[in-house]
């Protein structure tokens, strides 16, 4: 039986470990050294020199939700006196913000809302392409997918071709948490289970979509079940490389946020709950090694803080996220946000740079569209405002 660091020279030559030889490795191995390992590995599969960010705002179309996750703090139920729908005025309004910035996509993601049917989505999606054909819409999740057919009485295949049809360009890889039924039962009962949440990732990839893969840790799981939660995730990577060359485009984790303000953070079991720092950072130190066949890890300051941030670049990550303008969800639950709600251009420059390395401007695919190679002034950086494109005519919904 192989030890720990027996493993990690295997991972290191670029063998695949088994899910059993994965649990041995992130149960046995050394933290700092499976972290040392992660950054030679990334170094191999991405330009050294080089992390990349994303200039993009994270729209929550609505607040509205049926599924009362015991993590989340964002939702309002229907009827709710704080329960809304975005206008077209005000979603206008703040992807012409994005654009002043030199922003390239937004996160649009909602809750499981009962009340919203597919023309809706449809609808708002060609208004978007037809006001703002240069922004990518990466929107809604697996499990907003599920709802819409639901309510439709529609399989997620006939939802997912016509929103695409319509111009989705993404399926974002919210809500995957882990991706272990025994867990999802016991924090999200009437969420999407494991097989709808790769199914309809499937579907994306399948249709040439923007798909991302995620996973929160801290919900009370176990070791066994995070490797299982990985585990589906290479596995289906593996699948949709060979059969169209449309994978994920990056793996995405942190930690799960607990506050009073959610069920999870009130229960009397919260002690069983979270994970710190160094947990995270080793999770992802390990996910890069695990996950042999993704390229891109993305590093969370906005749940993590920028310290963390800068310390995962050396744990894994090529990639330390986005601008992220806007950002409601983990926000509410006391995370980072709360305290710094949205990034500079700027500052994410002076992130990336005080972790030694040199800024470069991505789009969702992880295509580099601008490399900074000297130091930019925030002059330099600053949003540039742009003519309006909404007329009383076109921001009504």
């Known amino acids: 039986m192989y030890k720990a660091s027996d493993l990690l020279k295997k991972a290191a030559n670029g063998e695949r470990l088994t899910p059993e030889e994965g649990l041995r ?3 046995e191995g050394d933290p700092e050294t499976t972290m040392e390992v992660a950054h030679q590995l990334r170094l191999q599969k991405t330009e050294p020199g080089l992390v990349t960010y994303l200039v993009d705002r994270n729209i929550n179309y609505t607040n509205v939700c049926t ?4 993590f989340c703090s964002f939702y309002r139920l229907p009827g709710h006196p704080e329960a809304y729908v975005i206008t077209r005025q005000e979603l206008g309004e703040k992807i012409e913000e994005l654009l002043a910035w030199g922003g390239t996509r937004i996160l649009m993601q909602g ?6 049917p597919i023309e809706w989505y449809e609808d708002l999606l060609r208004w978007l392409k037809a006001t703002y054909p240069e922004i990518e819409c990466d929107c809604f999740s697996p499990s907003e997918i599920e709802n819409i057919a639901h309510l439709e009485g529609m399989s997620m295949e006939e939802v997912l071709e016509r929103l695409h049809a319509a111009g989705l360009d993404g399926l974002p890889g919210g809500g995957a948490e882990i991706l272990d039924d025994e867990v999802r039962k016991r924090i999200s009962p009437k969420k999407t289970k494991t097989d709808v949440w790769l199914h309809a990732m499937r579907i994306a990839q399948r249709l040439g979509m923007v798909t ?3 996973m929160v840790i801290g919900f009370g799981e176990t070791i066994q079940q995070r490797i299982n939660s990985l585990t589906r995730l290479r596995e289906l990577q593996d699948e949709s490389l060979a059969a169209h060359g449309n994978g994920f485009t ?3 984790m942190w930690t799960a946020q607990l506050s009073e303000t ?13 994970a710190n720092y160094d947990e995270y950072l080793h999770t ?3 996910a890069r090694i695990y996950l042999d066949n993704f390229t891109n890890f993305q590093a969370s300051w906005p749940t993590q803080g920028l310290e963390v941030a800068r310390r995962a670049l050396y744990a894994g990550a090529n990639d330390f996220g986005s601008t992220m303008l806007e950002e409601n969800v983990v926000s509410q639950a006391s995370a980072f946000t709360e305290r710094e709600p949205h990034m500079s251009v700027y500052r994410l420059h002076e992130q990336i740079r005080l972790a030694g390395f040199e800024p470069a401007q991505r789009d969702s695919r992880y295509r580099i569209v601008r490399r900074f190679e000297r130091v930019m002034t925030k002059e330099e950086l600053a949003p540039n405002p742009i003519p309006s494109r909404l007329s009383p005519t076109n921001a009504t919904i």
């Not at 599924?67 to 015991?70: L, S």
């Not at 069920?263 to 709950?273: E, F, L, N």
């Open 67 to 70: 599924t009362d996750c015991q």
């Open 284 to 286: 992802n130190a390990f």
């Open 212 to 214: 991302s893969a995620t």
């Open 250 to 252: 990056a793996f995405i």
């Open 262 to 274: 959610n069920s999870m953070g009130r229960s009397r079991h919260r002690d069983k709950y979270g």
């Open 111 to 116: 809750g499981h809302n009962p009340d919203l």
């Open 25 to 27: 490795l992130y149960t």
